[in-house]
C-alpha cells in the first residue's frame, strides 16, 4: 500500500502528538486539562483589527453564553462569518480558533462572530446545536447593530463546528428562518457510522484516531440512535435543496475526509452550489493549529475570501 501523502511538517508534528496518550483512553476532564496547558499561539504582526471583545448572550433555555466579536478595521458595513470550533462536541473553546479568527476578519476584513457553545457530556445533543442556531438569530437580530451586512451573513466551522455550521442551515431550512449567505465547512463531521475508507485508512496514528471519533459520539449523543438524526448527521437529511452555497475544504490524511467529499457530492446533487477542495499533505484541525500550519492556514482563508466575495 501506497505511504500517505505527508507535508513534512505534518510528520514532525504527529511524531510529537503521538507520544501523548490517545484521547479516547481519557475522560473529557482530563483531555480538558491537558490542552489548558498548552502554550498560547503567538500571532504574526501583520493581524490588524479594530476590535476584539467578548459578550454573552441568551439562549432559548434561558442560560448564557459566551460569543467573541473580531472587528477589522474600518466603518462597515462588513460580512459577517459565525464561527463554531471544533473539538467533537466535547473539547476546546474559542480560545481555541483565537489566532485562526482573528486572521480569518482580518484577511476576509468580516466581522467574526466566535461562538462558546456550550460542551457534551455535561450539555449533550441537541443543546450546542441550539446554542449554534440561537446565535445565528441573535447575529440577524443584531446585524445593524455589529455594522454587519445583513445579506452577507456565512456560517463556519472547523469538523464538531463544521458540523454544527451546515446543521444551522438545516435548522434554518424547517424553519424557514433568516437567510444564510454561505456556509464554510473545514473537514466537517457528517455521520457517525465510522465506516467510510477514510476511517481505516487513517484509522491511527494520523492526529485523530477512529476510536476517538467514537469516543466524541458516545459522550455527545444521549442513545445510539441519534446517529441517524440529520441533525447530527447531516448526510442523512433527506432534503437538502436550497441549502446555502457551501465551501468544503477536506484534509487528505484525515478519517472525516470522505463524508466531507460524500457531503458536498449530495449537496451539489441536490442542485447546491458547492466548492470542494482537498488540503494535500494535512491533516485533521490544521486549521487552528497556527504554530505549526500558518502558511496553510493563510492560504485556506484566501480561499474563504474568494468564494465569500463570489456570494
Not at 3 to 9: C, E, G, Q, S, V
Not at 90 to 111: F, G, H, K, P, Y
Not at 280 to 297: D, P, R
Request: net charge negative; with cysteine; aromatic share 10%.
Amino acid at each position: 500500500m501506497a505511504l500517505p501523502n505527508l507535508l513534512l511538517k505534518a510528520q514532525q508534528y504527529l511524531q510529537t502528538f503521538n507520544q501523548q496518550p490517545p484521547l479516547h483512553t481519557m475522560t473529557p476532564a482530563e483531555v480538558r486539562k491537558l490542552r489548558a496547558t498548552a502554550k498560547k499561539v503567538n500571532l504574526p504582526t501583520n493581524v490588524n483589527l479594530s476590535t476584539i471583545t467578548d459578550q454573552w448572550i441568551t439562549v432559548r433555555d434561558g442560560e448564557q453564553i459566551k460569543i467573541r466579536l473580531y472587528r477589522p478595521i474600518g466603518e462597515g458595513p462588513f460580512p459577517v462569518i459565525i464561527y463554531y470550533h471544533g473539538g467533537g462536541w466535547v473539547l476546546n473553546s474559542i480560545e481555541t480558533s483565537d489566532a485562526s479568527c482573528q486572521m480569518l476578519a482580518s484577511m476576509t476584513n468580516s466581522i467574526v462572530v466566535s461562538v462558546d457553545y456550550r460542551l457534551a457530556p455535561e450539555y449533550k445533543f441537541p443543546i450546542p446545536m441550539y446554542d449554534a442556531y440561537d446565535v445565528f438569530l441573535w447575529v440577524t437580530k443584531n446585524i445593524q447593530a455589529i455594522h454587519g451586512i445583513p445579506e452577507k451573513i456565512s456560517v463556519m466551522g472547523d469538523s464538531a463546528g463544521a458540523n454544527l455550521a451546515t446543521v444551522v442551515t438545516l435548522q434554518a431550512k424547517q424553519a424557514n428562518g433568516p437567510t444564510i449567505a454561505s456556509q464554510i465547512l473545514l473537514y466537517p463531521v457528517t455521520e457517525l457510522t465510522y465506516d467510510s475508507p477514510s476511517y481505516y485508512e487513517f484509522a491511527e496514528g494520523y492526529g485523530l484516531n477512529k476510536k476517538d471519533m467514537e469516543w466524541f459520539g458516545n459522550y455527545y449523543l444521549e442513545e445510539d440512535s441519534q446517529k441517524n438524526n440529520p441533525y447530527v448527521a447531516p448526510l442523512k437529511a433527506k432534503d437538502v435543496t436550497g441549502l446555502p452555497a457551501a465551501l468544503i475544504i477536506v484534509a487528505e490524511n484525515d478519517v472525516l475526509r470522505d463524508e466531507g467529499i460524500a457531503y458536498g457530492d449530495y449537496l451539489k446533487s441536490s442542485g447546491v452550489y458547492v466548492e470542494q477542495l482537498m488540503a494535500k499533505g494535512l491533516i485533521h484541525s490544521f486549521f487552528t493549529k497556527n504554530e505549526i500550519f500558518q502558511e496553510e492556514i493563510e492560504k485556506t482563508i484566501q480561499t474563504v475570501h474568494s468564494f465569500i466575495n463570489q456570494k
